[in-house]
Structure formats: structure tokens, C-alpha cells
């Protein structure tokens, strides 16, 4: 079985990007991940790589279906 994660897969979540001193932190709503950077777009880069390693795990415990039902 190929797992879900590796297919072409396109999810859709609502940002919240912020300051924080010097660091810009984004956060996605949805499944509350957050990651930072320097600029909003490395913020928004690193959120993005974050919530791909939240779902992969997700997957891995077997609990990826009910986190995109909610």
C-alpha cells in the first residue's frame, strides 16, 4: 500500500503569521503547527515542511483520517 503522504497530495489550512522580536512565526490553524524564520516567506516555507512531518507522522501512527476529518 503507498502511503497517502507520499502521493501528490494538496491540503488547505489557514495561516497566521506573526512577529515575535526579529522572527516571524507562522501558524496553521487547523491542525495547530507552527515554525518560524527570518522573513514571513521562510516562516511560511518552514511551516509548510512542519506540517508535511505532522501529517507523515500522523500517517505513521495511523491516525492521519481522523486529523483530516476534523
Do not use: P, W
Not at 494538496?10 to 491542525?31: C, D, M, N, P, S
Request: charged residues 30%; negative net charge; proline residues 0%.
Amino acid at each position: 500500500m503507498k502511503s497517502l503522504i507520499s502521493q501528490a497530495m494538496e491540503i488547505q489550512f489557514t495561516t497566521r503569521i506573526f512577529k515575535e522580536g526579529r522572527t516571524y512565526v507562522a501558524h496553521a490553524l487547523e491542525v495547530d503547527v507552527s515554525s518560524c524564520g527570518g522573513s514571513k516567506e521562510k516562516a511560511l516555507k518552514n511551516l509548510k515542511e512542519a506540517v508535511r512531518l505532522f501529517l507523515k507522522e500522523a500517517e505513521n501512527l495511523g491516525t492521519l483520517e481522523q486529523i483530516l476529518e476534523e
